[in-house]
């Protein structure tokens, strides 16, 4: 069965913090496995599911995509879903296209936004792959914090308004 590949957003402007060589950030390692899983399966396809846009910077899923275009990924092979503005929203959009396409569905993610991307898919039939790269120091810092309190909310029923305050986060212009 083919694979739907969806390596999970972390914000690839370049002057919003990003730190050290462009290959070795998260975001880039990320993509670079997947087109490495890519490779393996052609029939597959790698999802690139983000809205967000940070005023002078564009938009996330356009430096998604031409980071894939410059490293050999044909349109047809990239699925471009311009919607959600955070990781739950991510998963559960994933979750559905990877069921409508009868694909399998694999998730990459960071090593710090891995605990929460787990969590958010336990019960979920699901893979994950997870990379080393270095992260932006102020993401670094929420994934570290949300490994551990995100559980508790999501436990105590506040998964749906931390969603909210994110998207409204975002759609103000912050990462």
């Not at 975001?27 to 029939?43: D, N, Y």
């Not at 929203?89 to 998730?107: K, V």
């Not at 979920?124 to 997870?130: G, Q």
């Amino acid at each position: 069965m083919d694979e739907l590949i969806v390596p999970l957003t972390k914000s690839p402007l370049p002057f919003k913090g990003r730190v050290g060589k462009l290959e070795d950030q998260d975001w880039f390692v990320t993509c670079q496995l997947a087109v490495e899983r890519l490779r393996k399966s052609p029939r597959s396809k790698i999802a690139i599911i983000s809205d967000v846009e940070i005023p002078g910077a564009g938009h996330e899923a356009h430096h998604y995509l031409q980071t894939f275009t410059k490293m050999g990924v044909s349109d047809g092979q990239i699925l471009f879903i311009k919607a959600e503005h955070e990781t739950i929203g991510q998963i559960e959009r994933a979750l559905i296209e990877a069921s409508r396409r009868n694909m399998r569905l694999m998730f990459i993610s960071s090593a710090l936004h891995y605990p929460r991307v787990r969590w958010l898919t336990l019960g979920k039939n699901v893979s994950h792959r997870v990379v080393y790269g270095t992260p932006r120091p102020k993401e670094a810092l929420t994934d570290l914090l949300l490994a551990v309190a995100f559980p508790v909310l999501d436990l105590l029923g506040f998964r749906r308004k931390f969603q909210e305050m994110t998207r409204k986060r975002r759609l103000s212009g912050k990462i």
